[in-house]
Protein backbone atom coordinates (compact mmCIF):
# COMPACT_ATOMS: atom_id res chain seq x y z
CA UNK A 1 0.00 0.00 0.00
CA UNK A 2 1.13 3.21 -0.67
CA UNK A 3 -0.27 5.52 2.76
CA UNK A 4 -2.30 7.68 3.56
CA UNK A 5 -4.44 10.02 1.27
CA UNK A 6 -2.17 13.58 0.62
CA UNK A 7 -2.48 16.11 2.55
CA UNK A 8 -3.89 19.04 -0.05
CA UNK A 9 -2.48 22.01 1.84
CA UNK A 10 1.14 20.59 0.85
CA UNK A 11 2.36 20.75 -2.99
CA UNK A 12 0.54 18.35 -5.46
CA UNK A 13 2.44 14.96 -6.14
CA UNK A 14 1.86 12.58 -9.17
CA UNK A 15 2.88 8.91 -10.12
CA UNK A 16 4.36 8.91 -13.72
CA UNK A 17 4.27 5.42 -15.61
CA UNK A 18 6.00 4.07 -18.70
CA UNK A 19 3.62 2.29 -20.69
CA UNK A 20 4.97 -0.80 -22.63
CA UNK A 21 6.12 -3.94 -20.77
CA UNK A 22 5.15 -1.66 -17.27
CA UNK A 23 1.37 -0.80 -17.41
CA UNK A 24 0.65 -3.27 -20.29
CA UNK A 25 2.50 -6.74 -21.01
CA UNK A 26 3.80 -5.72 -24.65
CA UNK A 27 4.51 -3.38 -26.78
CA UNK A 28 1.80 -0.65 -27.38
CA UNK A 29 2.30 -0.74 -30.98
CA UNK A 30 3.49 -3.96 -31.63
CA UNK A 31 0.14 -5.37 -30.39
CA UNK A 32 -0.99 -3.59 -33.55
CA UNK A 33 1.39 -5.27 -35.92
CA UNK A 34 -1.29 -7.77 -37.31
CA UNK A 35 -4.02 -5.10 -37.64
CA UNK A 36 -1.61 -3.14 -39.90
CA UNK A 37 0.27 -6.15 -41.66
CA UNK A 38 -3.47 -7.22 -42.78
CA UNK A 39 -4.27 -3.98 -43.84
CA UNK A 40 -1.73 -3.49 -45.85
CA UNK A 41 0.35 -0.31 -44.93
CA UNK A 42 3.46 -2.57 -44.65
CA UNK A 43 5.23 -4.98 -47.17
CA UNK A 44 7.59 -8.05 -47.07
CA UNK A 45 10.14 -5.97 -48.21
CA UNK A 46 9.83 -2.43 -46.25
CA UNK A 47 9.40 -5.66 -42.83
CA UNK A 48 12.62 -7.47 -43.83
CA UNK A 49 14.18 -3.94 -44.25
CA UNK A 50 14.06 -2.91 -40.41
CA UNK A 51 13.92 -6.84 -39.14
CA UNK A 52 17.19 -7.21 -37.20
CA UNK A 53 16.93 -3.90 -34.79
CA UNK A 54 12.94 -4.64 -34.68
CA UNK A 55 13.94 -8.00 -33.31
CA UNK A 56 16.60 -6.71 -30.92
CA UNK A 57 14.21 -4.51 -29.33
CA UNK A 58 11.81 -6.95 -28.71
CA UNK A 59 14.04 -9.24 -27.12
CA UNK A 60 14.46 -6.55 -24.62
CA UNK A 61 18.01 -5.48 -25.54
CA UNK A 62 18.33 -2.28 -27.68
CA UNK A 63 20.19 0.17 -26.33
CA UNK A 64 20.26 3.97 -26.92
CA UNK A 65 21.94 3.84 -30.35
CA UNK A 66 19.76 0.86 -31.69
CA UNK A 67 16.54 2.71 -30.49
CA UNK A 68 17.83 6.18 -32.47
CA UNK A 69 18.71 4.04 -35.40
CA UNK A 70 15.27 2.05 -35.17
CA UNK A 71 13.90 6.07 -34.50
CA UNK A 72 15.43 7.19 -38.37
CA UNK A 73 14.30 3.87 -39.79
CA UNK A 74 10.46 3.92 -38.97
CA UNK A 75 10.12 7.40 -39.20
CA UNK A 76 11.29 7.25 -43.20
CA UNK A 77 9.07 4.13 -43.78
CA UNK A 78 5.68 5.65 -42.32
CA UNK A 79 5.97 8.34 -44.75
CA UNK A 80 3.56 9.27 -46.71
CA UNK A 81 0.90 6.79 -45.16
CA UNK A 82 -2.68 8.48 -44.41
CA UNK A 83 -3.35 9.25 -41.26
CA UNK A 84 -7.01 8.75 -41.73
CA UNK A 85 -6.26 5.16 -42.56
CA UNK A 86 -4.45 4.14 -39.69
CA UNK A 87 -7.20 5.68 -37.33
CA UNK A 88 -9.73 3.44 -38.87
CA UNK A 89 -7.32 0.52 -38.30
CA UNK A 90 -6.41 0.81 -35.09
CA UNK A 91 -9.86 2.16 -34.08
CA UNK A 92 -12.04 -1.14 -34.56
CA UNK A 93 -8.74 -3.05 -32.56
CA UNK A 94 -7.10 -0.64 -29.54
CA UNK A 95 -9.95 -2.03 -26.85
CA UNK A 96 -10.01 -5.69 -27.70
CA UNK A 97 -5.97 -5.84 -28.14
CA UNK A 98 -5.15 -3.68 -25.42
CA UNK A 99 -7.66 -4.39 -22.36
CA UNK A 100 -6.73 -7.80 -21.79
CA UNK A 101 -2.54 -6.87 -21.80
CA UNK A 102 -3.16 -4.60 -18.97
CA UNK A 103 -0.98 -5.82 -15.51
CA UNK A 104 -3.61 -6.00 -12.49
CA UNK A 105 -0.67 -4.65 -10.39
CA UNK A 106 -0.14 -1.46 -12.72
CA UNK A 107 -3.73 -0.98 -12.42
CA UNK A 108 -4.31 -1.83 -8.90
CA UNK A 109 -1.14 0.89 -8.69
CA UNK A 110 -2.94 3.57 -10.63
CA UNK A 111 -5.80 3.29 -7.91
CA UNK A 112 -3.62 3.49 -4.99
CA UNK A 113 -2.01 6.79 -5.88
CA UNK A 114 -5.52 7.97 -7.37
CA UNK A 115 -6.97 7.28 -3.95
CA UNK A 116 -3.79 9.16 -1.78
CA UNK A 117 -4.86 12.15 -4.16
CA UNK A 118 -2.25 12.01 -6.76
CA UNK A 119 -2.12 12.74 -9.98
CA UNK A 120 -1.72 9.94 -12.68
CA UNK A 121 0.80 10.68 -15.89
CA UNK A 122 1.62 7.88 -18.48
CA UNK A 123 4.73 8.96 -19.81
CA UNK A 124 5.68 6.92 -23.41
CA UNK A 125 7.99 7.01 -26.19
CA UNK A 126 4.70 5.93 -28.26
CA UNK A 127 2.50 8.08 -30.33
CA UNK A 128 0.23 10.06 -28.67
CA UNK A 129 -2.09 8.85 -30.94
CA UNK A 130 -2.12 5.53 -29.32
CA UNK A 131 -0.76 6.80 -25.45
CA UNK A 132 -4.17 8.96 -24.84
CA UNK A 133 -6.97 6.45 -25.77
CA UNK A 134 -5.02 4.21 -23.32
CA UNK A 135 -4.48 6.87 -21.00
CA UNK A 136 -7.99 7.50 -20.79
CA UNK A 137 -8.88 4.00 -20.39
CA UNK A 138 -6.75 3.96 -17.36
CA UNK A 139 -7.79 6.82 -16.48
CA UNK A 140 -4.34 8.34 -16.25
CA UNK A 141 -5.28 12.05 -15.60
CA UNK A 142 -2.34 13.41 -18.61
CA UNK A 143 0.02 11.92 -21.08
CA UNK A 144 3.38 12.68 -22.33
CA UNK A 145 4.15 10.90 -25.75
CA UNK A 146 5.83 11.48 -29.30
CA UNK A 147 3.86 13.35 -31.68
CA UNK A 148 4.85 12.94 -35.47
CA UNK A 149 4.14 15.77 -37.98
CA UNK A 150 1.47 15.08 -40.32
CA UNK A 151 1.34 17.12 -43.39
CA UNK A 152 -1.66 19.33 -45.17
CA UNK A 153 -2.18 16.38 -46.91
CA UNK A 154 -3.10 14.43 -43.96
CA UNK A 155 -0.34 11.62 -44.17
CA UNK A 156 3.02 11.16 -42.28
CA UNK A 157 5.67 13.75 -43.60
CA UNK A 158 8.52 11.42 -41.80
CA UNK A 159 9.29 13.76 -39.46
CA UNK A 160 9.16 13.70 -35.72
CA UNK A 161 8.01 16.56 -33.95
CA UNK A 162 8.57 15.69 -29.80
CA UNK A 163 10.53 12.38 -29.28
CA UNK A 164 9.68 11.15 -25.85
CA UNK A 165 12.33 9.20 -24.87
CA UNK A 166 15.21 8.99 -22.83
CA UNK A 167 16.21 12.58 -21.56
CA UNK A 168 13.15 13.85 -22.93
CA UNK A 169 11.07 12.35 -20.53
CA UNK A 170 12.77 13.54 -17.18
CA UNK A 171 12.84 17.24 -18.66
CA UNK A 172 9.12 16.75 -19.75
CA UNK A 173 8.62 15.46 -15.81
CA UNK A 174 10.39 18.69 -14.69
CA UNK A 175 8.31 20.60 -16.73
CA UNK A 176 5.25 19.29 -15.61
CA UNK A 177 6.26 19.89 -12.19
CA UNK A 178 6.57 23.33 -12.94
CA UNK A 179 3.14 23.89 -14.58
CA UNK A 180 1.30 21.87 -12.41
CA UNK A 181 2.81 22.36 -8.99
CA UNK A 182 3.95 19.08 -8.50
CA UNK A 183 6.76 18.11 -5.39
CA UNK A 184 8.95 15.68 -7.30
CA UNK A 185 10.71 14.53 -4.20
CA UNK A 186 7.46 13.61 -3.22
CA UNK A 187 6.49 11.90 -6.72
CA UNK A 188 6.38 8.42 -7.88
CA UNK A 189 7.48 6.94 -11.12
CA UNK A 190 7.87 3.13 -12.81
CA UNK A 191 9.02 1.65 -15.59
CA UNK A 192 11.17 -1.12 -17.02
CA UNK A 193 14.08 0.17 -19.18
CA UNK A 194 17.47 1.50 -18.19
CA UNK A 195 16.82 4.25 -21.12
CA UNK A 196 14.31 5.79 -18.75
CA UNK A 197 16.98 6.71 -15.82
CA UNK A 198 16.58 10.30 -16.60
CA UNK A 199 12.17 9.94 -15.63
CA UNK A 200 13.30 7.57 -12.88
CA UNK A 201 16.19 10.06 -11.23
CA UNK A 202 13.61 12.72 -11.42
CA UNK A 203 11.49 11.53 -8.11
CA UNK A 204 11.77 10.66 -4.88
CA UNK A 205 10.50 7.37 -5.12
CA UNK A 206 11.73 5.74 -8.45
CA UNK A 207 10.49 1.87 -8.47
CA UNK A 208 11.91 -0.62 -11.20
CA UNK A 209 8.98 -2.71 -13.11
CA UNK A 210 10.39 -5.89 -14.91
CA UNK A 211 13.25 -4.48 -14.79
CA UNK A 212 15.70 -5.11 -18.01
CA UNK A 213 19.17 -6.10 -16.67
CA UNK A 214 20.86 -3.02 -16.80
CA UNK A 215 18.17 -1.20 -15.02
CA UNK A 216 18.14 -3.87 -12.83
CA UNK A 217 21.68 -3.50 -11.37
CA UNK A 218 21.21 0.62 -11.33
CA UNK A 219 17.93 -0.53 -9.18
CA UNK A 220 20.00 -2.64 -7.45
CA UNK A 221 23.41 -0.39 -6.49
CA UNK A 222 20.59 2.81 -6.01
CA UNK A 223 18.09 0.84 -3.54
CA UNK A 224 15.41 1.19 -5.91
CA UNK A 225 12.56 -1.13 -4.99
CA UNK A 226 12.10 -3.57 -7.81
CA UNK A 227 8.38 -4.53 -8.61
CA UNK A 228 7.56 -8.01 -10.65
CA UNK A 229 3.99 -7.18 -12.41
CA UNK A 230 2.90 -10.65 -14.21
CA UNK A 231 -1.18 -10.88 -13.90
CA UNK A 232 -2.37 -9.10 -16.87
CA UNK A 233 -6.87 -8.99 -16.66
CA UNK A 234 -9.26 -7.54 -18.03
CA UNK A 235 -10.39 -3.92 -16.14
CA UNK A 236 -14.34 -4.80 -16.87
CA UNK A 237 -13.17 -8.11 -14.51
CA UNK A 238 -11.52 -5.97 -12.11
CA UNK A 239 -13.96 -3.28 -11.37
CA UNK A 240 -17.95 -4.12 -11.51
CA UNK A 241 -19.79 -2.59 -14.27
CA UNK A 242 -16.99 -0.89 -16.63
CA UNK A 243 -17.46 -0.03 -19.99
CA UNK A 244 -15.08 0.59 -22.54
CA UNK A 245 -15.34 4.44 -23.61
CA UNK A 246 -17.34 4.43 -26.75
CA UNK A 247 -15.52 7.24 -28.71
CA UNK A 248 -12.93 6.07 -31.74
CA UNK A 249 -9.17 6.01 -30.80
CA UNK A 250 -6.93 8.39 -32.88
CA UNK A 251 -3.88 6.06 -32.92
CA UNK A 252 -1.91 7.09 -36.17
CA UNK A 253 0.98 7.07 -34.53
CA UNK A 254 1.04 3.78 -33.17
CA UNK A 255 1.40 2.57 -37.07
CA UNK A 256 4.92 3.92 -36.55
CA UNK A 257 6.29 1.48 -34.05
CA UNK A 258 3.77 -1.36 -35.30
CA UNK A 259 5.71 -1.36 -38.89
CA UNK A 260 8.86 -2.00 -37.22
CA UNK A 261 7.39 -4.79 -34.74
CA UNK A 262 5.95 -6.73 -37.49
CA UNK A 263 9.26 -6.44 -39.35
CA UNK A 264 11.23 -8.74 -36.26
CA UNK A 265 8.29 -11.14 -36.61
CA UNK A 266 8.74 -11.91 -40.76
CA UNK A 267 12.74 -12.07 -39.82
CA UNK A 268 12.47 -14.69 -37.25
CA UNK A 269 9.69 -16.72 -39.17
CA UNK A 270 12.32 -16.52 -42.35
CA UNK A 271 15.63 -17.19 -40.18
CA UNK A 272 13.54 -20.21 -38.01
CA UNK A 273 12.51 -21.68 -41.64
CA UNK A 274 16.02 -21.22 -42.63
CA UNK A 275 17.69 -23.07 -39.96
CA UNK A 276 18.46 -26.68 -40.36
CA UNK A 277 16.07 -29.44 -38.40
Given at each position: MLGVVENHSLPRTAAFFDLDKTVIAKSSTLTFSK??????LINRRTALRTAYAQFVFLLGGADHDQMERMREQISGMCRGWNVQQVKEIVAETLHDLIDPIIYDEAASLIEEHHTAGRDVVIVSTSGV???EPIGELLGADRVVATRMVVGDDGCFTGE??????????GEAIKELALS????LERCYAYSDSVTDLPMLQS???????NPDRALRREALARGWPILDFHRP?????????FSVPPRPALVAAAAIGAAAATAGLVWYANRRRAMPL
Open positions: SFYQGGEVVVEYYAYGPTKEGYDVGHPHAVVRLKQRIPG
